[in-house]
């Protein structure tokens, strides 16, 4: 059987809000945020009737509470999709989001569905990291992983240590840079288009959430410099260079090219091919390297192809080490996050996959020239992940 071409139609996230009681969120469930997404996607695509979506795909590192239940299937019956589509939930962590998308796009290209929404939500206000996890004891009994594999922070120091030349002013160097790029693309107004207001109830009464709460455009090296590195003494991982604690949804519709062609929608990027590859759980931001090198092997292409990249931003440094694995110029390659990262906007861990594609998606609609186009995150416990994408408009 032949793949069909599978195609992304839109996608649409909410704001970004900070995890907690100061966050917009604090008071909104995680499925009204998945509905809210939905809801949009379905407003602005008129051409689609919601009978014809078959398959809502989401992913969630918490999959207990408000995003229980299988988010896939509630969030049909939450938004008003016909009982007649199927749903399920996914969890890859950080890159649940991503596998949501890579199953849709797998369900479309193999013919089981010919339209899809699949999307990530994360509200770690409600679900902190590692809050309810209880990991088998013989993870550190029988020395299968260090104890630093279950911090994110810590994986992170070690990829310093393994790493030595990337240093921590390095780290700040490319935080800064992702602030400011973050900074433009707001003043810009590129952020607030890939964005769904959302009226939500807080602790001042009603507000409408329509923009990130995390951006620091105001971050300075001197700030950086002085921040404490809670994941080791003297170490190299800050606040600063680290991405925040968030809450937030996207999501994105997907259909057959030939679905796309038969009710006159217009598709923004194809998917080309994707990977999933393990690393030690020691150093988890070390995945995209060998995920991204198995994608475009398969997919026949080079780096030398590839115009863009969003790569997820958990940590400084693994981004510093794909610059390097990858010959990017450090500390600013044109390619590599134009508008900035998770940094900056934060990292609602599931939700960031589907907001990488809504950043690639707007760099294609302004960059004919650029063909193809990669999202790339790295993901708890030794996994990295890598989306490859041809750009329709080029
Ligand atoms: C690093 C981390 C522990 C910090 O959490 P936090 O202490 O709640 O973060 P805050 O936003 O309150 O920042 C801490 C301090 O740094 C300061 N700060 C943060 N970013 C700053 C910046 N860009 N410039 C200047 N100061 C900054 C804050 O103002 C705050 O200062 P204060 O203590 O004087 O108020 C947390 O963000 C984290 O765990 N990040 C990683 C998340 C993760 O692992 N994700 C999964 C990846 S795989």
Redesign the pocket.
Known sequence: MKARDVVVVDGVRTAFG?AGDKGFFWLTRADDMVVKVIRELLRRNPKLRPEMVEENIWGATTQEGDQGLTLGRTSVILAGLPESCAGFSVDR??AGGLTAITAAASEIALGACDVAIAGGVEHMGHHP?GATMDPNPRFLTERLVSEDAL???K?AENLHDMYPDITREMADEY?LLS?KKAARANAEGKIQKMMVPMTVYTREGWIVADRDQQP?P???ME??RD??T??RVHGK????N????NDGAAGVLLMSADKAAEIGAVPRMRLKGYAYAGVKPEI??YGPIPSTRKALARAGLTMDDIGAIELNE??AVQCIVFMKEFGLKFPYDERLNPMGGAIAFG?P?ACSGPRLVLHLMSTFSERPDVRYGITSL???LGQGATAIWENIDS
Do not use: E, Y
């Not at 991982?237 to 600063?240: D, H, I, K, L, R």
């Not at 680290?242 to 604690?245: E, N, T, V």
């Open positions: 900070r962590m950080c990291i911090v994110m922070g994986t935080a602030q620091r105001d971050t300075s700030g950086l921040l404490k809670p994941f991982v800050t606040p600063g680290a991405s925040g604690l988890m931001g958990a940590f990292h861990l790295c993901v708890g």
